[in-house]
């Protein structure tokens, strides 16, 4: 019985992720990123930009996936606004400064640099890229119980600190944003009371 609510589970999360999409899609329609090229003239990163820009909408459509979300299961009710919470400081942190950040990506070689950086650092994500597996559904899982809101928080800051060793390389705008995402996860919530 149990397999067949984590299932069902499952199953209403598909539904939202294509809502979520939805709920997106006409703010990444091509009539608005040419606005966004239009109005950000010199910049090679157009979707990068087109997400700050659409910052306060795609946020929105985060905190009306997360309302649906937390009520699926006991353990999304209170992993789902810690999640939410995530993605929200993510992205504002990211936008700060009028997309500051972000625009790094417009020099093809920093692109290539905090690429091949993240990719050598993603195993130490190791299953917390799989949110849906650790923090929406319920299940017995012991491996699952052991992703608390501190072991993500944890997981997270240890995949930054690989990658501010592996940015060594990269120019001096990238290891500066990897420092400044760091340094917002430790004092920012959600993850600010587990350091």
Request: hydrophobic share 35%; with cysteine.
């Amino acid at each position: 019985m149990q397999l067949k609510v984590y299932f069902e589970c499952r199953r209403k999360i598909r539904v939202q992720r294509d809502l979520f999409k939805d709920c997106n899609y006409n703010h990444f329609a091509a009539l608005e990123l040419n606005e966004t090229r239009r109005l950000y003239d010199n910049i090679k990163c157009v979707e990068c930009m087109h997400v700050c820009r659409k910052q306060d909408n795609i946020t929105e459509c985060i905190r009306e996936s997360a309302l649906a979300l937390q009520l699926l299961s006991n353990r999304s009710a209170h992993m789902v606004p810690f999640a939410e919470k995530l993605f929200e400081t993510a992205i504002s942190t990211i936008c700060d400064n009028d997309g500051k950040m972000i625009t790094v990506y417009d020099d093809e070689d920093n692109k290539n640099c905090i690429k091949k950086s993240w990719q050598e650092c993603k195993a130490r994500l190791e299953r917390v890229d799989d949110l849906e597996s650790v923090a929406f559904c319920d299940i017995e899982d012991e491996e699952i119980e052991h992703y608390t809101k501190d072991f993500i928080c944890q997981k997270i800051l240890d995949f930054l600190e690989c990658a501010e060793r592996g940015v060594k390389s990269c120019s001096t705008d990238v290891q500066n944003s990897v420092t400044i995402l760091m340094t917002k996860l430790r004092t920012m919530e959600p993850c600010s009371q587990y350091f």
